[in-house]
């Protein structure tokens, strides 16, 4: 799963500066072969490109653990553009079997 919200207080940062910080925020799952379990990891990114079978989610009664009430959901591959220390697209591939929606 591919969890993908915007952070509107790096937003609001950037609107008092000049420089401007990646606000996309990108959480998804992989398997990490050495510890044998699966993993999270989050990037910030400037752009998604997203896929046709991505859904939003909005529950107000139940955030994510970040706070964000509002999100999109996908299994699908994504690229992200304007990563952190990268100069290239950084792609996430499709979820394999094992990681189903919640």
Known sequence: MKI?????????RNAKREEREPVVRVEYDYWDRKARRQKTQTKYCMEVELPANAR???????????????????????????????????????????????
């Open 4 to 12: 993908i919200h915007i952070n509107k207080n790096i937003i609001q």
């Open 56 to 102: 939003m989610v909005y529950r107000p009664d139940r955030p994510r653990p970040c706070g964000a009430k509002l999100w999109i959901e996908t299994k699908s591959r994504l690229v992200l553009h304007g990563v952190k220390g990268r100069k290239s697209p950084l792609r996430l591939e499709a979820c394999d079997a094992w990681d189903l929606w919640d």
